[in-house]
């Protein structure tokens, strides 16, 4: 009997071990980047970024996007934005994940 509940703590132990390991380290997975032509100017470079967190891969829309094109006007407002580079990740947590898009590009003044 005694063995037996040695046994249990062990893999209890191990259990609680898995599950906080799971929570400390997630991976991320680069899902797709985008570039338009690159200008000669690229004096005045431009970032923005946007996340939404995911539980349980119930995602219902993207709406948070919508704010990127926005973000980037906003440091732009008297020029063109140029040489766009976008990148989509995935950072995977147990039970949850995130999404970030980053992009960045260049202000062309007109």
Known sequence: M???QGIALKLKNKIIFFFVFSFIFDCVFLKSVSIT????DRSKKIEAEVSKFVVLAFN???DFL???PTKLSAQ???GKITGIVTKYEDINYFLAHTMRVKSTGYCIKN
């Open 37 to 40: 032509p690159q200008p000669p």
């Open 60 to 62: 219902f829309n993207n």
């Open 66 to 68: 919508d704010e990127l």
């Open 2 to 4: 005694l063995k037996l």
């Open 76 to 78: 732009c407002p008297d």
